[in-house]
């Protein structure tokens, strides 16, 4: 079962940057899909970017796109997210997940393995 770590959380300010990773834990990695997701306190998980498989083709929310990039590396079983222009809105606990099968990419419910997380945390 693959299992998921997020890392490069932080604090920062608005017009910063940052660079988060999701390290997966088994060679299959680069069979499957990913995404990342984030959630802020009292509201519902929603959906930043994801990427396909092979890195081909990529997703990104109206919020994040042209801010954020979704990139990996499948010889190192890791994806990115580098965060670029960061506002205080994008203050959230961010998760990669791993997507298994046919499915819309930009619901939780379409991956099937979660990563524990990191806080984003971007101040004015």
């Known amino acids: 079962q693959v299992q998921l770590a997020e890392s490069g959380g932080g604090l920062v300010q608005a017009g910063d940057s940052l660079r988060l990773s999701c390290a997966a834990s088994e060679s299959t990695f680069s069979n499957v899909a990913m995404g990342w997701f984030r959630q802020a306190p009292g509201k519902e998980r929603e959906f930043v970017a994801a990427?396909?498989?092979?890195?081909?083709?990529?997703y990104y929310s109206d919020s994040v796109k042209g801010r954020f990039t979704i990139s990996r590396d499948n010889a190192k079983n890791t994806m990115y997210l580098q965060m670029n222009s960061l506002k205080p809105e994008d203050t959230a606990v961010y998760y990669c997940a791993a997507k298994r099968g046919l499915g819309n990419f930009y619901i939780p419910t379409s991956y099937s393995h979660w990563g524990q997380g990191t806080q984003v945390t971007v101040s004015s």
């Open positions: 990427i396909q498989r092979s890195g081909a083709g990529k």
